[in-house]
């Protein structure tokens, strides 16, 4: 089913791939993504269309492995943490790579898929028939029980800017992140998650920079709603079934990169979708056209549907 569309390194040893094979058992798949730990988790959904299909020996190389533990989709993980061993781990396998979009530097922007990613995804691995758009992350027990923190616990961030590739155009206000979380703070515990250099919400139960992505992914499935922006917390709550209020503004659609579980706030001004990372000659209006009481009014409409089960956005490919 898979065709590979490229091979890893080669290496001076012409054996070494054989014996990379057959090191992972000869696994009929090999996959890689784009370095990004969103594109990892967000192939995911790859290996579980082909697992659904009754297919075997799938293997991915990653530098995240804690997103595939427990994965039964997943039989084997190419990683070591040295890299230069790591390298050596891959060459001379058939590799297929997963991307989520191109970049164009002389622009600051991504190319706009023509379709959601995870579509793109399934159709790199030559995936056909109904597929669902969702990746998943499996918790343990006793880590799931971890990552209940307080009565009617909801989780939120504050920022994105400390990703790998910070787009200034993905973010709020801090100064409305706030406030949300002021007024809802009465009724809900609070939970900021995030990088350590996230403005602080005040009023939350502080763990900015204290938790490993697991933890984060049990605050979440304990959570009643995420409230953040579109990144990688939005794909971790969607993997462990935790309902979002993600604020998209306009420089992407929902329909491009989001679940139809979530309440996405988009803003379809004239410009919009744009993909532009950082420059805006329009002051990011986009941004600026969602209120703290559209915030508000979408998490109290997420957390009356807890309890449910989460809608899956499907495609026929």
Not at 103 to 121: C, K, N, S, T
Not at 270 to 286: G, I, S, T
Request: proline share 6%; with cysteine.
């Amino acid at each position: 089913m898979v065709t590979p569309v490229e091979t890893a390194q080669p290496s001076a040893f012409p054996f070494v791939g054989v014996l990379n094979r057959a090191r992972l058992g000869f696994p009929r798949y090999f996959f890689q993504g784009d370095g990004r730990m969103s594109s990892d988790l967000m192939s995911t959904t790859v290996f579980r269309e082909l697992r659904k299909r009754g297919l075997r020996r799938i293997a991915t190389a990653t530098r995240h492995h804690d997103l595939f533990r427990h994965n039964p989709d997943v039989d084997k993980i190419i990683y070591h943490p040295r890299p230069h061993i790591d390298r050596w781990l891959r060459q001379g396998l058939p590799l297929v790579r997963f991307e989520q979009a191109a970049y164009d530097p002389a622009r600051d922007a991504d190319v706009a898929p023509e379709e959601h990613l995870l579509i793109q995804m399934c159709r790199r691995a030559n995936l056909t028939g109904k597929v669902e758009l969702r990746p998943y992350l499996f918790l343990t027990p006793a880590e799931f029980a971890a990552g209940r923190l307080g009565k009617n616990q909801i989780a939120m961030q504050s920022s994105n800017l400390a990703s790998p590739n910070p787009m200034h155009n993905r973010e709020w206000y801090p100064s409305r992140f706030q406030e949300t979380c002021t007024e809802v703070r009465s009724d809900v515990t609070v939970v900021q998650i995030g990088a350590a250099s996230d403005p602080k919400l005040e009023g939350a139960i502080d763990l900015r920079g204290k938790t490993t992505l697991r933890q984060a992914a049990a605050i979440l499935a304990q959570s009643l709603v995420f409230v953040g922006l579109a990144g990688l917390l939005m794909h971790l709550a969607r993997a462990v079934d935790c309902r979002s209020v993600i604020i998209y503004g306009g420089r992407e659609k929902p329909a491009q990169t989001g679940y139809v579980a979530n309440k996405n706030l988009y803003s379809q001004v004239r410009c919009a979708p744009c993909w532009l990372r950082n420059p805006c000659e329009f002051d990011r209006k986009c941004m600026s056209m969602i209120t703290v009481e559209q915030v508000i009014a979408a998490t109290a409409e997420q957390i009356s549907r807890y309890g449910t089960l989460l809608e899956v956005q499907t495609a026929a490919l």
